[in-house]
Nanobody, 127 residues
């Protein structure tokens, strides 16, 4: 069982920044690929970013490339999402997720392939 707890959400003006954190339980965090997803009201959950077990490989959805950065600290069992140049369309509940059986060299972008999810943290960007 893996527990994920997100933090760092809030209200920010357009152009501002936020840093989300996701703390994971367990002693095998470094063996998980991690991802961030988001869900806006009335919309389906969508992929935002993913990071490999070591942190050396990352992948982003096009709409956040150049603005968001995913990173991880395996010593702290934590994954981060640094969000810069935020836009009102980034408003959503952001979720972190763990893929506990990642395939080497494969970056997973589909929600159904992640095994565990956090409770989500609200990000609101005002115009």
């Amino acid at each position: 069982q893996v527990q994920l707890v997100e933090s760092g959400g809030g209200l920010v003006q357009a152009g501002g920044s936020l840093r989300l954190s996701c703390a994971a339980s367990g002693r095998t965090f470094s063996s998980y690929a991690m991802g961030w997803f988001r869900q806006a009201p009335g919309k389906e959950r969508e992929f935002v970013a993913t990071i490999s077990r070591s942190g050396h490989n990352t992948y982003y959805t096009n709409s956040v490339k150049g603005r968001f950065t995913i990173s991880r600290d395996n010593a702290k069992n934590t994954v981060y999402l640094q969000m810069n140049s935020l836009k009102p369309k980034d408003t959503a509940v952001y979720y972190c997720a763990a893929d506990t059986h990642p395939s080497l060299g494969v970056m997973i972008t589909t929600a159904r392939d992640y095994d565990y999810w956090g409770q989500g943290t609200q990000v609101t960007v005002s115009s």
